[in-house]
């Protein structure tokens, strides 16, 4: 069903499938202070453990990015980003209660994880909080309703990056995006 080892350079590794582990590896992808190298090895090592040899990083690193993309080819890059796992942490454990009517479990797999997401129905907070941020203004005339539509987008917006990246942090970080095929959430 879902992926618990992975065939690296003809040896197999467990993965660890917690989604709390994903989530360090997205953080450690973000993570400006460390080296393009220091990513990818950090991130085969959250996920495959220390013991994949260095000269199988890349190799492990592309089929890691394959396995943290849930075995999709591709991140929609032409759809708007409406969520964000760390910022929106509360709202999806909420959502998640509120849709399936049960706690998040610790050791829920990543993929299971991103399933619950996509499955959440549109009348959790998760989602609400989705359909404001996307919300298309153009549709509404009246001005004071805009009013309240666009309060509750500045109110519900994804904190930005407050300090630019430098043309070298640009830089490493496609390159990084490059070598796994994904792309930055």
Not at 33 to 55: F, K, N
Request: hydrophobic share 30%; aromatic share 10%; charged share 35%.
């Amino acid at each position: 069903m879902y992926p618990t080892q992975m065939e690296v350079n003809g040896v197999i590794y467990d993965i660890d499938t917690n989604y709390q582990t994903a989530l360090q590896c997205f953080q450690a992808i973000n993570d400006k202070e460390l080296e393009e190298h220091e990513r990818a090895i950090t991130v085969v090592a959250l996920l495959l453990g220390y013991d994949v040899p260095l000269e199988d990083t890349k190799e492990a690193l592309e089929k890691c990015g394959n396995y943290l993309r849930c075995g999709k080819t591709k991140n929609p890059s032409n759809k708007e980003i409406d969520m964000d796992y760390f910022q929106d942490e509360t709202k999806i454990r909420t959502s998640i209660r509120q849709c399936y009517h049960e706690k998040l479990d610790d050791n829920t797999h990543w993929w299971e994880y991103n399933e619950l997401i996509e499955g959440l129905t549109e009348e959790t907070l998760l989602s609400k909080v989705r359909e404001i941020r996307t919300y298309d203004l153009s549709k509404e005339k009246d001005p004071k309703i805009r009013k309240q539509i666009q309060d509750a987008k500045d109110f519900y917006a994804l904190e930005k990056e407050e300090t630019p990246m430098t043309e070298e942090e640009k830089k490493n970080i496609e390159q990084f995006y490059k070598l796994t095929g994904y792309k930055e959430v």
